[in-house]
T-cell receptor, first 113, second 113 residues
């Protein structure tokens, strides 16, 4: 079973920041927080991951609370192409990426013009 | 980098026939690949873990004799759906691990008539 909870859906205006929340109150010390998104009829796309420090890349920023029980994915300037289902997933770190991912229901983000 | 391809992108077959789906890591080697299945309006469900040079590990409830997995090289894993039936119609997605991240293929839409 997935160990994260996300709201089922969220709307955002184009050009505004989208803040996507995720709760993971039972996270263990060696689990990373990963974010993927899936645009309709495509394979999931990796966005970002982190352990305890905030992370930023060209796609998004990840803010993890100090107690690590929740996190927020931030898309700084949402576009229509960011409309997708976003998955927040906990995963143990194993070199080579061999640990399986367990997908929950995710959250549907709709970016409106 | 970290590109995963799948072939074919879609396939239609008659009931009782077998279908082979290929998953390739194009610019990296992967000792472990994963196969997922996704039904309409549902999340991804892990079917099996494919290990290069050894037998695949199947998730509970997945028939290993029906879904044959071969991971013959560090860049190729294949999933064969044997004696396909309409209930096997689904979106099949593979992923491959590089460093500490899994990257997904674009998926294969299987329709069994």
């Amino acid at each position: 079973d997935a160990k994260t909870t996300q709201p089922p859906s969220m709307d955002c205006a184009e050009g505004r920041a989208a803040n996507l929340p995720c709760n993971h109150s039972t996270i263990s010390g060696n689990e990373y927080v990963y974010w993927y998104r899936q645009i309709h009829s495509q394979g999931p796309q990796y966005i970002i991951h982190g352990l305890k420090n905030n992370e930023t890349n060209e796609m998004a920023s990840l803010i993890i609370t100090e107690d690590r029980k929740s996190s927020t994915l931030i898309l700084p300037h949402a576009t229509l192409r960011d409309t997708a289902v976003y998955y927040c997933i906990l995963r143990q770190y194993i070199q080579g990426g061999s640990e399986k991912l367990v997908f929950g229901k995710g959250m549907k983000l709709t970016v409106n013009p | 980098g970290a590109v995963v391809s799948q072939h074919p992108s879609w396939v239609i077959c008659k009931s009782g026939t077998s279908v082979k789906i290929e998953c390739r890591s194009l610019d990296f080697q992967a000792t472990t690949m994963f196969w997922y299945r996704q039904f309409p309006k549902q999340s991804l469900m892990l079917m099996a873990t494919s290990n290069e040079g050894s037998k695949a590990t199947y998730e509970q409830g997945v028939e290993k004799d029906k879904f044959l997995i071969n991971h013959a090289s560090l860049t190729l894993s294949t999933l064969t759906v044997t004696s396909a039936h309409p209930e096997d119609s689904s979106f099949y997605i593979c992923s491959a691990g590089m460093r500490d991240t899994q990257y997904f293929g674009p998926g294969t839409r299987l329709t069994v008539l």
